[in-house]
């Protein structure tokens, strides 16, 4: 073989290298195009999982809000019938105060 076909020879294994390069590299860009895809669904997924975090996170302070307002409801109603029951109690006393005082006057008109 002479220099000129060791030279065609060349350049037609360097064509047939240029060629799978090429196919090579629109391999490499699809897959970049399919990552970048899925990057942005990934995105969107962070996206909507921060705005439903952020919604439980509301939530969670709504019902901490309402617990606290049940149980300061609860102890205000404790209170309540205590002073209920300590009212009773000085009426019922009264009562039997007024009664005793009563029978008191009665046995001694009776005598």
Known sequence: MNKEDLI???LDSMDIELKNVRSE???IRSEIKDVHSELKEIREDATEMKVNQAKHAGKLETL???LDAFIDH???RKTD???RWKIGGIIVSCGVAVLSLI???LTRIGR
Do not use: F, V
Request: hydrophobic content about 35%; overall charge neutral.
């Open 81 to 83: 019938m205590s002073e």
């Open 8 to 10: 065609l020879q060349k």
């Open 64 to 66: 901490d809000t309402k």
């Open 74 to 76: 609860a102890r205000e």
């Open 103 to 105: 029978l008191s006057i």
């Open 25 to 27: 590299m629109k391999d």
